[in-house]
């Protein structure tokens, strides 16, 4: 059963008046749908923000995963991503020892981390202790 769109009523004349009147102090015609084209800011915040502020940055919950396999297990065992904000990826380490040793491995770290998310998504490499 197709439907049929209703039929529109011809406007009555204080309608039409109104119209009249309306575009007449407006000076112009009033528009068919004023809601065209707008578009809540709440679309748009996200695309923003990451265009503006995010396009460089790399998501830390993907290096968070990805860390021990990037590490390998002995070293994904006694470190943990804290933080990977404007380039600079901050471990968490467990000993003093494994800090020294992660310092003469930050390289190959380095190295290993770029492989994986990009050259320019990770610029240093910073060990604290925790």
């Known amino acids: 059963m197709a439907m049929v769109a209703p039929r ?3 406007p009555t004349r204080r309608e039409v008046i109104h119209e009249e009147l309306t575009s007449e102090w407006l000076g112009c015609a009033k528009p068919l749908n004023p809601n065209k ?3 809540a800011a709440g679309d748009w915040v996200d695309a923003i923000l990451r ?3 995010f396009a460089d940055s790399l998501d830390e919950e993907e290096v968070k995963k990805a860390w021990k396999e990037i ?3 002995f070293i994904g065992a006694n470190t ?3 933080s990977a904000k404007e380039g600079n990826l ?3 380490v467990t000993q003093p020892a494994m800090r020294f040793h992660l310092e003469q491995m ?3 770290l380095l190295r290993r981390i770029r492989e994986r998310f990009g050259e320019d ?3 240093s490499v910073r060990f604290t202790l925790g």
């Open 8 to 10: 529109r009523q011809k």
């Open 37 to 39: 084209n707008v578009s």
């Open 51 to 53: 265009m503006q502020f």
């Open 71 to 73: 590490a390998g297990d």
């Open 80 to 82: 943990e991503p804290v």
């Open 90 to 92: 901050i471990l968490r």
């Open 106 to 108: 930050k390289p190959d």
């Open 121 to 123: 998504k990770i610029k």
